[in-house]
């Protein structure tokens, strides 16, 4: 997200694509209504059902399935020819002005430097062209047929009404409605917020939709902005700050990344990630990465760490492959790699489209540990495929909050995770509270027993 859930209450329009939060996100979905209420907001729905979002919509049109980047791209088209863009945000806060080198080119689907042997590209002639300053150059104007603007609707001209409505199904009518009252909201004193869920992350072209979100809402002047942004409605176990707090597989806190197993020299880790300005006076984020590597390794590692050991750079894992993701843990998994796994607040068997191969994968392991207040697929499936192997480890067990029997019970001392946490309302945690709060020292005695 890049705006909190309660500034969707400074919204003016809330654009919900891809996603049904009135139903999935109802206690998020107050504040879309105190939008409506109070900011006298209007709430638009695009989406290929008839939900109870739509049925709360000021305006509502039905999509074909799969069909949203098209919408999306037929908007950022009507609000470039239109001239409905805000123009001094646009020349001051996106990279509409710059001037992108003369071999960039898109024809036939494919864009320039492609490789047909190796399926990839060459993006040396996407880069932007430099002047002698060592900047990139740049048109205010916005009328050179090489800066990026002009280059963006270059790409977006073939989307009109007409050809988004013969892709999306949804009448031209409806489409212009919509757009002309999605582009009221250039203007300095009124935001829309986009909101959308898995209906497009889920897409195989997911990340591009989600960036042509985004491209609308800067041509709006709407990001940054309070009531504005792209905001993706997560679920629980709280998406937003597992990716906020890096614990993805390649990231750190703070958005910043591990190395790669090749990466072995602190220099030139640091050097590949410390982005220096483009443009004259440019604030530059991301040139201060040293300052905030350095900051995350001393209050890991403390004293420890210092400039004579690199901050203790070698203490940190290098990656082996570029994202360990689930798409990878279930295909080593497959094939025997991993033989335990612990899922909590997911789904796997209901996620995932091959639900025949994560069967089979979840099944070959020696012991599987779900986590969930509810019962899912993934905590049932273990029913039709034995309790437990010929291990001495317990195989299946679904310790949750509700009560849930286990479907092993656990050997020698092992406790479950209620018990662990005091949930019972009679262990040592429960006790513990009812007595002073707890210290560092019996926190860490409290979870190694």
Known sequence: MTNHWVDIRNANLILSMGGNSAEAHPVGFRWVTEAIEHNKAELITIDPRFTRTSAVAQDRAFIRTGSDIAFLGGLISYLIETDQIQREYVLNYTDAALIVRDGYGFEEGLFSGYDEATRSYDKQSWMYEKGDDGFVRRDDSLSDPRCVYQLLRGHYARYTPEMVSSIS?????????????????????KTMTILYALGWTQHSIGSQIIRAAAMVQLLLGNMGMPGGGVNALRGHSNIQGLTDLGLLSQ???GYMTLANAKEQAYRAYIDKRTKQPTVAGQVSYWKNYEKFHVSLMKAWYGQAASADNDWCFDWLPKLERPLYDILDTFERMSKGELTGYFCQGFNPLASFPDRAKVTRALSSLKYLVVMDPLNTETSEFWKSYGESTTTSTPARSTPRCSGCRPAVSPRTTARSSTARAGCSGTGPLRRRRASRAPTRASWANFSSG
């Open 169 to 189: 199904g949804i009448p031209v009518v409806d489409i212009q409605r919509i757009w002309k009252k999605i582009a009221a909201m250039a203007v300095p004193d």
């Open 251 to 253: 990231l750190l806190p």
